[in-house]
């Protein structure tokens, strides 16, 4: 993808209508077990995280088409150097 600037990148999260499921998660980071809660909002092309409890602003992305496995499992059983293994979401 091509580098965005900085005022390329805000935009806000998706309209009501577009979400599938809008609600807070704790995601694992890439360095240890380390959680912060997001905002967290499905829609049919893509996934959108913003601050929690109610960003009105997209932080980062995830297009639908990209993402390759999914599962549940306990905090206890996350990995923990996730840059190494799927991270799975509770």
């Not at 600037?5 to 009501?16: K, V």
């Not at 577009?18 to 360095?31: E, H, N």
């Not at 380390?34 to 829609?43: D, I, S």
């Not at 639908?64 to 799927?86: F, G, K």
Request: charged fraction near 30%; aromatic fraction near 6%; charge should be negative.
């Amino acid at each position: 993808r091509k580098k965005k600037s900085h005022d390329e990148s805000l935009r806000p999260m998706p309209n009501a209508h577009l979400c599938i499921r809008d609600s807070v998660l704790g995601l694992a980071g890439t360095r240890g077990n380390c959680w912060q809660e997001r905002r967290t909002v499905v829609t049919a092309e893509y996934i959108a995280f913003g601050w929690a409890p109610d960003g009105d602003t997209v932080v980062d992305w995830i297009p639908l088409h990209e993402i390759e496995y999914v599962a549940h499992c306990r905090v206890d059983e996350l990995p923990s150097d996730s840059r190494e293994q799927p991270v799975e979401i509770e």
